[in-house]
């Protein structure tokens, strides 16, 4: 079961059943699906998915999914970045090397990871250097295109 079906089971769960722990989650995973993960990863789901507990009654809580899950446009917010904060982009070999502002390379690559694309296999920032690995040199170049377009100027 990949993240997406996961998340998506999870959030099913906690809909259609009244869901006072984490364990619960598990166990109804576990027991109808036959499928086993960490508590931690339920947590970071439920996290993920804006899951909360609520009052059910003065000593009772309840996971409820949100009614209007807020959602962020990690691409525009790239875009803004790119526009103001983004210096240089260079490619070498199977890398992409984008050089920011200081203290926003941090921050355009939690936005860029948010994005899972499956282009990427790693990511490190510093303060104003971030630098995203590929497969291959061709892969890096999609990659600069994707997230930048065709009409980059640095």
């Given at each position: 079961?990949?993240?997406?079906?996961?998340?998506?089971?999870?959030?099913?769960?906690?809909?259609?059943?009244?869901?006072?722990?984490k364990?619960?989650?598990?166990?109804?995973?576990?027991?109808?699906?036959?499928?086993?993960?960490?508590?931690?990863?339920?947590?970071?789901?439920?996290?993920?998915?804006?899951?909360?507990?609520?009052?059910?009654?003065?000593?009772?809580?309840?996971?409820?999914?949100?009614?209007?899950?807020?959602?962020?446009?990690?691409?525009?917010?790239?875009?803004?970045?790119?526009?103001?904060?983004?210096?240089?982009?260079?490619?070498?070999?199977?890398?992409?090397?984008?050089?920011?502002?200081?203290?926003?390379?941090?921050?355009l690559?939690?936005?860029?990871?948010?994005?899972?694309?499956?282009?990427?296999?790693?990511?490190?920032?510093?303060?104003?250097?971030?630098?995203?690995?590929?497969?291959?040199?061709?892969?890096?170049?999609?990659?600069?295109?994707k997230?930048?377009?065709?009409h980059?100027?640095?």
């Open positions: 079961m990949n993240k997406e079906e996961r998340r998506i089971l999870i959030k099913m769960i906690v809909q259609e059943n009244h869901i006072t722990s364990r619960d989650i598990l166990s109804i995973i576990r027991d109808k699906f036959n499928e086993y993960m960490s508590l931690s990863t339920i947590t970071n789901d439920l996290k993920a998915l804006h899951i909360t507990k609520v009052p059910l009654d003065s000593s009772t809580y309840v996971f409820q999914v949100p009614e209007n899950t807020p959602t962020t446009d990690h691409s525009a917010i790239i875009h803004t970045l790119y526009q103001y904060d983004i210096q240089k982009i260079v490619i070498s070999n199977h890398c992409l090397m984008i050089h920011t502002s200081p203290g926003f390379a941090q921050k690559n939690y936005h860029i990871d948010a994005l899972e694309l499956p282009e990427i296999l790693g990511s490190v920032s510093g303060n104003d250097f971030t630098l995203l690995m590929t497969s291959s040199n061709q892969c890096a170049q999609q990659l600069r295109l997230l930048f377009g065709p980059h100027n640095l």
